[in-house]
């Protein structure tokens, strides 16, 4: 632990100073607990001692103590402003409560006292990257390792910023500096396997997308099945039953589900499937598959010979750009609900589903960043909702999308339906019944794709992996066409660039 003794001195006597030191000997062997004991019982020989309330303020941060480390924190600052140290546990623990603005003027404070405090210009890297602000989160970045080059985690922080800021193989090149000083380091591994996939490099991305579910790994998306079902690793499946395992998102399991048919090709007796309750009705359906099961914490799920994660079937199946499986379309709406939804859509001339915005997920700061960076509001859509001759259906579901649909001119609001959708499948069918589809990168666009409708997919700058780089196309949905942001942040010119397309496609506007 590093405190600044040259302004913050032990004060206490000599049992005061033994305490001390034998705080410092558990924290260096990784026991923080023994370590906050020590601390307190120096306090009770010296309860005005600055650095054992600084120590104990950044153990109470780390055990997420946060309302006794602030008061802690606070004291020493207000007797010492310029004690680094507590400025930037201070910054910790109020970006853990949720409190990002006052947590940046911390870790500023704490790296102006300290020009070569590395571990602050990481935390401000990390603190700007979630606010998107990743100019000034790369250049923190590369500030740290100008002082500190053999952290394996910061040379990582920096690949995963110059990823989201389009550098995809100056990000390739920091994920490797992080691997080559921690070859066993998952999250480099991860973060290494977007960048990769994102050029397309699938053999080497896809094996290191598989650590996201090793041990030391910090993003394990989900529950694995008991570790007493065996994990699928290419075997054998002649007369053997499989469970494909939902993780992340819908669009993860809209998108990877095709490979259901893949499995049953290879001689296997049942191709099982678990899902979310939202995707049930809509998987009852799906190619290749014998039997649904339900993610509601509800029955039991028989045992299979094997499982395997959503998400690794591409790896298990050496999938490549050119082996991508496209047989489309994989999913189709309950038989009838077609009928039903075409009764309650109004009967009109190319009609149009529009989504604008993904699920905001507050409670996960990484993606609540990405989700601002995809999204945008209803009301910068009006250029597109002005094209004539279109009619609009909206695809956007949630009480904020009824309140900014209220917010356009009546004149140019979409249909709204969505209060009468229970899950994906009422959506299919009324996608089905759509001309196009103009979405953000949502499970929706997944969804069009797999049904083979004609989707417009908004990507933010730093697409997601699956989109490739530098295409208007994807080999993962052939009726999907890319309108990439040009510059990060601006949706205005891809909005107008959508608008003059729709406008050509519907033939109220004559090409340019």
């Known amino acids: ?171 390739i090149h920091a994920h490797r500096q992080a691997l080559t000083l921690k070859p066993d380091f998952a999250e480099a591994k991860i973060n290494l396997a977007h960048a990769l996939l994102a050029i397309g490099e699938y053999d080497e991305g896809l094996a290191c997308y598989e650590s996201r579910y090793e041990a030391t790994s910090r993003k394990h998306y989900t529950t694995a099945p008991p570790d007493t079902w065996a994990m699928w690793n290419g075997e054998s499946l002649i007369g053997k039953s499989l469970l494909i395992w939902p993780e992340q998102g819908y669009g993860d399991i809209l998108q990877f589900c095709r490979y259901a048919p893949m499995l049953k090709s290879l001689g296997a007796h049942t191709v099982s499937i678990l899902c979310p309750p939202a995707l049930a009705r809509l998987f009852g359906r799906l190619d290749g598959v014998d039997f649904v099961y339900v993610a509601n914490g509800e029955g039991t799920i028989p045992q299979h010979d094997y499982w395997c994660f959503v998400m690794s079937l591409p790896h298990r199946f050496g999938t490549t750009v050119e082996t991508i499986p496209a047989a489309l379309p994989y999913l189709r709406p309950p038989a009838g609900l077609v009928s039903a939804w075409r009764k309650r859509l109004p009967e009109r001339h190319f009609q149009v589903g529009v989504v604008w915005a993904g699920d905001p997920r507050p409670d996960q700061p990484a993606s609540n960043a990405m989700d601002r960076r995809r999204s945008m509001t209803a009301e910068s859509l009006l250029p597109i909702l002005r094209v004539p001759g279109v009619n609009f259906v909206s695809l956007q579901k949630g009480e904020s999308a009824q309140r900014q649909i209220a917010d356009i001119p009546p004149e140019l609001r979409p249909f709204d339906p969505m209060n009468e959708v229970e899950d994906f499948a009422d959506t299919a069918a009324i996608i089905e019944l ?79």
Request: overall charge negative; charged content about 25%; aromatic content about 8%.
């Open 1 to 171: 632990m590093n405190t600044p003794t040259r302004r913050i001195a032990l004060q206490a006597g000599t049992h005061g100073l033994a305490l001390h030191e034998i705080g410092h000997a558990h924290y260096r062997r990784g026991d923080i607990e023994s370590a906050e004991v020590a601390f307190r019982q120096v306090m009770e020989v010296e309860p005005d001692c600055l650095r054992a309330k600084l120590d104990l303020g950044c153990i109470l941060q780390k055990r997420r103590s946060y309302a006794e480390a602030e008061i802690l924190l606070r004291q020493v600052l207000a007797e010492d402003p310029d004690a680094e140290y507590a400025h930037n546990a201070l910054g910790l623990a109020l970006w853990d409560t949720g409190r990002s603005g006052e947590a940046e003027v911390y870790f500023r404070e704490a790296v102006r006292l300290k020009p070569d405090f590395y571990q602050a210009h990481n935390n401000l890297g990390l603190l700007l990257t979630v606010a998107n602000n990743l100019e000034e989160a790369e250049r923190a970045f590369r500030r740290a390792l100008s002082i500190n080059a053999t952290s394996h985690q910061i040379f990582s922080n920096l690949g995963s910023v110059l990823c989201q800021s389009g550098k995809v193989e100056a990000a």
């Open 434 to 512: 759509l001309d196009l589809v103009v979405t953000v990168d949502t499970s929706i666009a997944h969804l069009a794709g797999a049904l083979n409708k004609p989707v417009w997919i908004l990507s933010r700058y730093d697409a997601c992996w699956r989109w490739l780089r530098d295409r208007e196309d994807s080999p993962w949905y052939p009726s999907a066409r890319l309108f990439r942001q040009l510059a990060p942040g601006d949706w205005d010119e891809v909005v107008s660039r959508v608008a003059r397309a729709l406008g050509n496609e519907s033939g109220t506007v004559e090409p340019q």
